[in-house]
């Protein structure tokens, strides 16, 4: 994997995208995406250096892999990769999200069927990009699990939701297939799935067409009641197969 050097760098001369508590976002010229972290912990920018050396080695068109890494003497700082143009799944409008959805849910199962055993952990909608063709982009794999690497976050919605169900929080697939599912309703209703009624339900169903869907609708109903663990959860592209 190639290295560049921090000082190398022309900051000055790109573009800034976000500032946060975590890394700062630069953009080039060539559409290429600078992340610096602002962690100065060695051992966790130790670990992140291994998830991107094993990430930069996956060459999927629905997952952002890293393409080099920035080191400030010989200590990994952040890495580059590709600018993905287009909009965050949760901010896509009623037609569009209805389709991008479950073509997302099918590339999640795909991250999952890799042989590099990948846990997105952070899973909700502002972590995956949609582009004009509404081909979804799995951005910020610094911080998925893969490997014998753990993920580093979970969603503020599965937090809500385990703490409610009295469910132990374990970093996943099944996790993951949850997030993703909370994560879908917190876009359509603007709320966590437990406050969710079956009538606001029902009348999502005629905005939403594939909430008219008597298995995920079965899904929904299961998730709101109470069970002494987490019970399956499906992709959700798999309950709308004939």
């Not at 990430?55 to 629905?62: D, E, L, T, V």
């Not at 999640?108 to 590099?116: A, N, Q, T, V, W």
Request: contains cysteine; glycine residues 2%; positive net charge.
């Amino acid at each position: 994997m190639k290295n560049i050097n921090y000082y190398s760098i022309e900051f000055k001369n790109m573009g800034r995208l976000v500032v946060n508590t975590r890394s700062k976002l630069f953009l080039d010229s060539k559409n290429l995406l600078y992340k610096i972290f602002n962690d100065n912990d060695v051992n966790k920018l130790k670990i992140k250096s291994k998830k991107i050396e094993l990430f930069s080695n996956i060459r999927k068109s629905y997952i952002n892999s890293p393409k080099s890494k920035i080191t400030e003497h010989n200590i990994f700082r952040g890495y580059t990769s590709k600018y993905i143009n287009g909009t965050c799944l949760s901010e896509l409008d009623q037609l569009q999200f209805a389709k991008a959805l479950l073509e997302t849910s099918k590339r999640l199962s795909d991250i999952h069927e890799l042989k590099e055993n990948i846990v997105v952990g952070d899973m909700h909608f502002k972590n995956v990009i949609v582009d004009k063709n509404l081909k979804p982009h799995f951005i910020d794999v610094d911080s998925y699990g893969i490997g014998k690497y753990e993920s580093d976050d979970i969603p503020l919605e599965l937090y809500i939701y385990c703490k409610i169900m009295n469910y132990k929080i374990e970093k996943n697939q099944d996790y993951d297939r949850l997030s993703f599912v909370l994560s879908t309703f917190k876009t359509i209703f603007k709320d966590n799935l437990i406050n969710v009624s079956p009538m606001d339900y029902k009348f999502a169903s005629k905005k939403y067409s594939f909430l008219d869907n008597e298995k995920i609708e079965s899904l929904y109903l299961k998730l709101r009641s109470e069970h002494s663990s987490l019970p399956d959860v499906p992709y959700i592209y798999e309950l709308t197969k004939e």
